[in-house]
């Protein structure tokens, strides 16, 4: 899904942003919209590391061979590095006129609108489980949402490097640009009457989910084209967004 749009976008310092862990810094080194600054790894992990360097035309002088003690005085302390850590800069944004002109390539797609979602846990778990079912992108709102950051990169098991992701102003006014573009645009809400898996799935559509607890604020909702629940238990009120964007993503592929 990346593509290569370095020329597109003004390059941010490659010691804005330090990735960790295997997955997340290979997949970071394998995506040509990275900005690649220095790599730490320790002894053991060099041979692979340098290959995978020289694969991607990466040049394999970027790695330091370190101490483990060494990557762990820069990381968080409850950090899992796995002995590989990366100075990077964040990743370019896709603009929404670039979604919707991908979208316009296909004849079915899904992208995942997520309103004022903040947990960056939970939006790299996100980003895993769009690129797992296939979502076209995942958009969200620039003010009410974290940048991107390590953890969210480690959460998302190195998929945040393939999945295009756009930042946008206003989310309603994106949304309206979706349904302007063909979108059919739904909204998820624990209190509606229809549930996902009884719609019609065909052409494009944007599923649209709100934070834990409040939901999708008004505007945003009085955007939808339609809201739907996921068939769950009622004596269970909800779940968590990344649980229950997963299951709406999975929904959505079986159409």
Known sequence: ???????????????????????????????PE?????????????????????KHNIDPAKIQIVDRSDINKILPADAVHQGYALYCAPLPGYAIEEICALAD????????????????????????????FGALALILQDKNSPAETAAMAKASAGTIDILPICRVTNLSRAIDQLKTAGFWTIGMDGYAKDTIDKINKAGKNAII?????????????????????????????????STAAAIALYEMKRS
């Not at 709100?210 to 739907?228: A, N, Y």
């Open 1 to 31: 899904m990346s593509k290569n749009r370095r020329g597109n976008a003004p390059q941010s310092s490659v010691s804005g942003l330090i990735l960790y862990g295997r997955h997340a810094v290979f997949a970071a080194l394998a995506n």
């Open 209 to 241: 989910m709100g934070s834990e607890g409040k939901g999708m604020r008004r505007l945003v909702e009085e955007g939808c084209d339609i809201t739907v629940r996921l068939p769950i238990d009622p004596r269970v009120e909800s779940l968590n967004v």
């Open 105 to 132: 390539r296909q004849d079915n797609c899904t992208v995942l609108v997520l309103d004022q979602v903040t947990d960056p846990q939970n939006i790299g778990a996100i980003i895993r489980s769009c690129a797992a």
């Open 34 to 54: 990275r900005n690649i600054g220095k790599i730490l790894t320790t002894r053991e992990n060099f041979d692979e590391l340098k290959a995978h360097c020289q």
